[in-house]
Structure formats: C-alpha cells, structure tokens
C-alpha cells in the first residue's frame, strides 16, 4: 500500500514543471531530476532566432528539457552590429530581445526551457546588473523574471572576492527567484574576450575546500545555484590529448561537501560541466555520473551550423553563381537556391543533429518522461 501510494504521489518531469521558459522552482527541478536520474542537460550557446529555433527543434524531437545561453557576445550581436555596445547598451538590449524571443516561441515546442545569460566576468558586470533590471520589470509584471538563471564568472578575482560578489548578487536575486552558476577554478582557453590562454596550469583544477567555501556562502541564501569547478577544461577544439580533463575530481568534491555539511545526499551540489566540446564521452559520462547537471556545448554547434550551409553550397555551387544562369540553362533562375531560407535552414539541420548528439552523450533523451 505504501509502495502504491508513493508511486501516485511521484509524477512525469514534463507533468511538473511544463513547458516554455520555467524559472524557480522548476529550474530547481529540472536540475534534482538530472541529479537522480543521472543525466545533464546542454546548455547551447545561441546568437539568433535561427539557432535558437535549431536547439528547440532538437529538443522537442528527443522529448527533454533544453537550456538556451545567450553570452555577452553573443547578445550584442543578437542586439545588431550596428548598436553601439558603450557601457554594455548593445549587450544588455540584446540579451533582453533575445530572451523575448525565446519567451514567446519556446511554449510552442512543448517542452520546458531553461533560460540563461553565460560568462560575465568583473569587466562585464555591467551588463550583469542591465540584465537584473530586465528580470525586475519582467517580475514586477509576470510575477517572474526575464531569465531563469545568470552566470557569474569571477574566477580571474581572488576567491573571497569571487565568492563575496556572487553571494551579494545572488541575495538580490533571490527575491525573482532566479537561479546562480558561479565558476571557482579557472577554464582555460579563450571565450567571449577573456583569454585563459597562458593561465597557471594549477589555476585549472579546483580543489575541495574552494567548492565547500561556494557552497557554504550560497546555500545559506538559497539552494538555487550550481558550480562550475574546473577539472582541466579548456574552451574551444582541441586535439585528442592535449587537454587533461579530470572529471573524478568531482566526485571526490561531492564527497568532501556531503561530509562536511552531514548530506544525506550522495551528490549534495549541482556542477556544471564548461568546455564541453571536444570532450570525449568517456569524460563526458564521468562527469555526469560525478554529478554535473549542466554541460555548455558552443564551439562544436558553431561548427556544425557552418558545415550544413558549406555542404550545400558546395552540392548546388552551380546554381549560385549568380541570380539567373545555372547547370540547367543559361536563362534559368536560381532563386530557390539562394533564397535565405533555403540555405539558413540547411545550417539549422546540421545543428539540430550537433544538439542531439549532445543530449545523447548527456543521457538527456525523452527525460522528460521520468518520474521525479
């Protein structure tokens, strides 16, 4: 009788949080979900409608939640090249109109979305508070915020001014209900004008005590925030060796914070997983079992939305030489060819199958039937 009644009080993941945009709560339980279950979610970079629309489109064909990251540079672009960017204008109405956009598509693929701003770090701030004011006068009349969650990236600050400004932030966004990823230890390699290129390769591999130190200043103000702990990731392609990833230091991470705050939780903490492309699936399957819920994925699906409209100019080179004049005749026409949306949506498919491969690594297909 107790098994039954257990069993009619657990319900589907889709059932619980639904779909579109979710924030709090939801997000909350997205994330335990991924934790029980032992799956993580990409997180997929995107820098307009069409790659939003791409990553959506995976999603909804596997039946799992999806998270869509917009990074300041990636804003500004979404915002236009013409904007200027002076004080972060360009980055932050970007950012807005990007998550607009998404608000008011994403219901329409049916499945729950997870709404997030990437790195900011100390330099960028500005665009960090552009983006809270835009969660407030979302909240003020939705009751929500524009985002669901925000990434502060202070890893080049000294640990207590990393960790003393991501709890001052996150005790303002608290009150929206808006979920923190913070970043301790340091990822290498270049991304969106912070260059870690040359870092101390020790700086690379967060130890213990720095993630129990995160974890003690954030959850006494909420349990809404996951880390970033560096185990030797490196943003960007690399080749097969030359990056040493360690992803069972996060199990020994999840084991030191679970003693020293009594858990009964095995993985008391929610990581996140950055430089995700070019990672092996072992590795990938390592730190997802040791507890990541979260895995950006950018460099790769860049690529992949590249290859689709190289591919095809390369099948129809012939018939887009010019407005009229193809292999087939000298007064044909050639607009089907080189009408935007023809080759646009080449790139689409190809990054729709880069995402979907993402979420298989991850083990997030058809999750959203699991029960919570």
């Known amino acids: ?221 909420d349990p809404k925030f996951s880390i970033a702990a560096a185990f030797g990731n490196v943003h960007g392609v690399y080749k097969p060796g030359n990056v040493k990833l360690s992803p069972e230091m996060l199990g020994k991470h999840q084991s030191f914070v679970k003693e020293k705050i009594g858990s009964k939780l095995d993985k008391p903490l929610f990581l996140v997983m950055h430089g995700g492309s070019g990672s092996t699936k072992a590795e990938i399957a390592t730190a997802v079992r040791n507890g990541v819920v979260k895995m950006n994925v950018d460099t790769d699906t860049q690529w992949s939305y590249w290859e689709g409209l190289k591919d095809f100019y390369e099948a129809k080179k012939g018939y887009l030489q010019g407005q009229i004049g193809n292999p087939e005749g000298a007064d044909k026409p050639n607009k089907k060819y080189y009408d935007p949306r023809v080759w646009v949506r080449e790139a689409e498919k190809t990054m729709v199958a880069r995402v979907k491969q993402a979420c298989a690594d991850l083990g997030n297909v058809g999750t959203l039937d699991k029960e919570i």
């Open 1 to 221: 009788v107790i098994l039954l009644l257990n069993r009619s009080i657990m319900g589907k993941l889709i059932d619980e949080v639904g779909t579109g945009v979710v924030t709090g709560d939801k997000v909350l339980k997205i994330f335990e979900a991924a934790r029980k279950h032992g799956f993580a979610i990409p997180a997929v970079n995107v820098t307009s409608s069409s790659t939003a629309n791409a990553v959506l489109e995976a999603a909804k064909e596997l039946n799992s939640p999806i998270i869509l990251q917009i990074s300041n540079g990636g804003a500004a672009f979404f915002a236009g090249k013409a904007i200027d960017n002076k004080n972060q204008h360009a980055a932050v109405v970007g950012a807005t109109a990007g998550a607009e956009f998404i608000r008011s598509i994403a219901p329409s693929y049916g499945i729950p979305v997870i709404l997030h701003s990437d790195h900011c770090a100390k330099k960028l701030l500005p665009w960090f508070d552009g983006m809270l004011k835009a969660d407030m006068e979302y909240f003020k009349k939705n009751g929500e915020p524009l985002f669901s969650s925000h990434m502060l990236d202070l890893s080049e600050e000294t640990d207590p001014e990393n960790i003393g400004t991501c709890a001052k932030y996150f005790a303002q966004m608290k009150e929206m209900q808006i979920w923190l990823e913070m970043e301790i230890g340091i990822t290498g390699g270049e991304e969106d004008g912070v260059d870690n290129t040359n870092t101390d390769q020790s700086r690379l591999y967060t130890q213990p005590e720095q993630v129990l130190a995160v974890h003690s200043a954030l959850a006494a103000i």
